[in-house]
């Protein structure tokens, strides 16, 4: 017995061999995913790439005001169309990765990411840019992942890939208790984890260890060097990596400290202009962000080296607050929490945070109507993602201003 | 001290629609009895800092409502609360 995917948060197990005959028995096709079941999504996709159809992923916590600003629509049964007989057929696993490994160039997955300017904007991969760091070898065939990731987003879809295509295991770490996360990496003996600061940050302090681990993968923000020693002391036999990933462009670079390096067949394919680090568009998903020849990411990077080129991120350029992973666009929030009756203006920032890195705050200028805190944060709960709500809101007489009269962020 | 942790903890699992609780034991796990995520925890940390001026996660996370009590106690001897 092979497993595909283990979920205890949905006490749900599959095997490689109950996942390729529900495959059989798929009659229909809907280009739109929204569903929290993980076996959901990661099937959603395995379908689509059989039939080359585009796949539209959403988040399952989006609101329906969410939905209809991104994609028009917060129905999506109407755009169910029925599988021709035979499409979804494979044999066994070896064919089925086969064929998923020789996906059509005809299709994509879009998904949506934060815009730097307002609402979140659109990304759209092929088949090639979604998978060009995925690692396919022998050596990767017996791995199992802890999967630690939102399944929509594209750090959770970089896993899925890497794992699907190399015929891996799959069990579910994200939203479960560090108890439960210990518990699932010892039962299944997991080898591999890529995941926030903040997941690794929640394991500590521990006082098991973990022999299975072979490599631990984080992204972001570094690790200082006491939680770098905890957990050197819990995997004592991973290695730590860490990755530099934007939904964008997918994983563009990995290092074994906060000092990266660029593959010489890429080097060619980045620019640094004013500190900030460019990326070539032949390295980007299609987006919807106007790049024209080079996407700026708005990270600001120091270098090392000049030749060969070796840098390390400092800061980010533009306004977009990480919390815990998530990219989180305050103009965003801001425009939602105005729309509250009773808010005359508005002002959401961070506040540099123990647990999550950062910590999204607002402040609320009130007209002359009371309004309760409870009301409001039920408002926001109803309209915006659970981690994009602020969790500090405060009530304040004016929001403090910059000389130039702008609302003032940091 | 200790009622005045439960009604930090009450605020901090209102906000997220969770069900408050009426008394905490030193011993009960953060995550683990008093259902705190990710988030509670962040928010936690900053609330406790604004009235106790400790960040109480600043070298790691703790575990249980008793680690927290240590923190605060051994921050100067005393309940140094702010205001």
């Given at each position: 017995m092979?497993l595909?995917?283990?979920?205890?948060?949905?006490n749900t197990?599959?095997?490689?061999k109950?996942?390729?005959?529900?495959?059989?028995?798929?009659?229909?096709?809907?280009?739109y995913?929204?569903?929290d079941?993980?076996?959901?999504v990661?099937?959603?996709?395995?379908?689509?790439?059989m039939l080359?159809?585009?796949?539209?992923?959403?988040?399952?916590?989006?609101?329906?005001d969410?939905?209809?600003?991104?994609?028009?629509?917060?129905?999506?049964?109407s755009?169910?169309?029925?599988?021709?007989?035979?499409?979804l057929?494979?044999?066994?696993?070896?064919?089925?990765?086969?064929?998923l490994?020789?996906t059509?160039?005809?299709?994509?997955?879009?998904?949506f990411?934060?815009?730097?300017?307002?609402?979140p904007?659109?990304v759209?991969?092929?088949?090639?840019?979604?998978?060009?760091?995925?690692?396919i070898s022998?050596?990767?065939?017996?791995d199992?992942?802890?999967?630690?990731?939102?399944p929509?987003?594209?750090?959770?879809?970089?896993?899925?890939?890497?794992a699907?295509?190399n015929?891996?295991?799959?069990?579910?770490?994200?939203?479960?208790?560090?108890?439960?996360?210990?518990?699932?990496?010892?039962?299944?003996?997991i080898?591999?984890?890529?995941?926030t600061?903040?997941?690794?940050?929640?394991?500590?302090p521990?006082?098991?260890?973990?022999?299975?681990?072979l490599r631990?993968?984080?992204?972001?923000?570094?690790?200082?060097?006491?939680?770098?020693?905890?957990?050197?002391?819990?995997?004592?036999?991973?290695?730590?990596?860490?990755v530099?990933?934007?939904?964008?462009?997918?994983?563009?670079?990995?290092?074994?400290n906060?000092?990266?390096?660029?593959k010489?067949e890429?080097?060619?394919?980045?620019r640094?202009e004013n500190?900030?680090?460019?990326?070539?568009?032949?390295?980007?998903?299609?987006?919807?962000?106007?790049?024209s020849?080079?996407y700026?990411?708005?990270?600001?990077?120091?270098i090392?080296n000049?030749?060969?080129?070796?840098?390390?991120?400092?800061?980010?350029?533009?306004?977009?607050i990480?919390?815990?992973?998530?990219?989180?666009?305050?103009?965003?929030v801001?425009?939602?929490?105005?729309t509250?009756?009773?808010?005359k203006?508005a002002?959401?920032?961070?506040?540099?945070?123990?647990?999550?890195?950062?910590?999204?705050?607002?402040?609320?200028?009130?007209?002359?109507?009371?309004?309760?805190?409870?009301?409001?944060r039920s408002?926001?709960?109803?309209?915006i993602?659970?981690?994009?709500i602020?969790?500090?809101?405060?009530?304040?007489?004016?929001?403090?201003?910059?000389?130039t009269?702008?609302?003032?962020?940091? | 001290?200790?009622q005045?942790?439960?009604e930090?903890?009450?605020?901090?699992?209102q906000?997220r629609?969770k069900?408050?609780?009426?008394?905490?034991?030193?011993?009960?796990?953060?995550?683990?009895?008093?259902?705190?995520?990710?988030l509670?925890?962040?928010?936690?940390?900053?609330?406790?800092?604004?009235?106790?001026?400790?960040?109480?996660?600043?070298?790691?996370?703790v575990?249980?409502?008793g680690?927290?009590?240590?923190?605060?106690?051994?921050?100067?001897?005393?309940?140094?609360?702010?205001?």
């Amino acid at each position: 017995m092979e497993l595909f995917l283990r979920d205890i948060k949905d006490n749900t197990r599959f095997e490689w061999k109950e996942l390729i005959s529900d495959l059989k028995g798929t009659i229909d096709y809907n280009p739109y995913c929204k569903t929290d079941s993980y076996y959901g999504v990661f099937k959603h996709i395995i379908v689509s790439m059989m039939l080359g159809k585009e796949l539209i992923l959403l988040d399952s916590d989006f609101s329906n005001d969410e939905l209809l600003k991104l994609t028009g629509y917060s129905q999506y049964a109407s755009f169910t169309e029925p599988i021709p007989e035979g499409l979804l057929n494979v044999n066994d696993k070896t064919d089925l990765i086969e064929k998923l490994r020789n996906t059509s160039i005809d299709w994509k997955v879009t998904l949506f990411t934060s815009g730097t300017s307002g609402i979140p904007k659109k990304v759209t991969h092929n088949f090639n840019s979604i998978t060009r760091f995925v690692k396919i070898s022998e050596r990767n065939a017996k791995d199992i992942w802890g999967f630690a990731y939102n399944p929509t987003h594209m750090a959770g879809l970089q896993v899925f890939f890497q794992a699907l295509l190399n015929g891996n295991s799959i069990i579910r770490l994200f939203g479960l208790s560090p108890t439960e996360i210990r518990r699932e990496i010892k039962a299944n003996v997991i080898t591999h984890i890529s995941a926030t600061p903040t997941f690794y940050r929640l394991l500590l302090p521990c006082e098991d260890t973990f022999h299975s681990i072979l490599r631990i993968t984080s992204g972001g923000e570094k690790f200082n060097e006491r939680t770098m020693m905890q957990l050197t002391g819990i995997f004592p036999n991973a290695k730590i990596t860490n990755v530099y990933a934007s939904t964008e462009a997918g994983t563009l670079f990995a290092s074994d400290n906060d000092i990266f390096s660029i593959k010489t067949e890429y080097e060619h394919l980045i620019r640094i202009e004013n500190n900030e680090l460019l990326i070539h568009n032949s390295l980007m998903g299609l987006s919807d962000l106007n790049i024209s020849d080079w996407y700026y990411t708005g990270d600001l990077i120091e270098i090392i080296n000049e030749k060969p080129l070796t840098f390390r991120f400092i800061s980010r350029k533009n306004e977009m607050i990480n919390t815990g992973g998530y990219k989180v666009n305050p103009h965003e929030v801001e425009e939602i929490v105005l729309t509250f009756s009773g808010i005359k203006n508005a002002r959401v920032y961070s506040k540099s945070n123990s647990v999550l890195g950062n910590i999204i705050c607002c402040d609320i200028v009130c007209d002359e109507n009371l309004i309760s805190e409870a009301s409001f944060r039920s408002f926001l709960q109803s309209k915006i993602q659970e981690y994009k709500i602020p969790r500090i809101i405060r009530f304040v007489d004016e929001l403090s201003t910059t000389r130039t009269g702008k609302v003032k962020r940091d | 001290m200790e009622q005045r942790l439960l009604e930090i903890f009450n605020t901090v699992l209102q906000n997220r629609g969770k069900e408050t609780r009426t008394k905490i034991s030193l011993k009960s796990n953060l995550r683990d009895d008093i259902g705190f995520d990710s988030l509670d925890l962040a928010e936690l940390t900053v609330r406790i800092e604004a009235e106790y001026d400790i960040d109480i996660f600043e070298n790691g996370i703790v575990s249980t409502v008793g680690e927290i009590m240590d923190k605060l106690k051994t921050n100067n001897g005393t309940f140094s609360k702010r205001h």
